[in-house]
């Protein structure tokens, strides 16, 4: 059986304000292990959240994320939302 796995998706302002489109938007897997949560990102194509972009914002590719100045914002985030939201903790930890 595969782990339980969650799909995140996180939106920032660029914080450049003379940026024409200033969201930006990382989709991330999450994935638990014998002994800790794993973290991935995900391509565009990739995401579930594709479908949702008109509101959301274009997704960033994975290599887009990695050479972003926002990189480790998205990561404290993500860290974040699977630290203190329990559903998401328990749906992980089955």
Known sequence: MQSPRVAL??????PHPDVDDRRRIASLTVWPTASEIQMGLM??????????ESWLG????????????????????ADHIVDTDRR???????
């Not at 391509?43 to 949702?52: I, K, Q, Y």
């Not at 997704?59 to 985030?77: A, C, N, T």
Request: proline share 2%.
């Open 58 to 77: 274009r997704i960033m590719d994975r290599s887009q994320v990695l050479s972003s100045p926002l990189k480790e914002d998205f990561f404290h985030i």
């Open 88 to 94: 998401i903790r328990e749906y992980l930890n089955q």
């Open 9 to 14: 998706v996180i939106g920032l302002l660029d």
């Open 43 to 52: 391509d565009r194509r990739d995401s579930v959240w594709t479908r949702e």
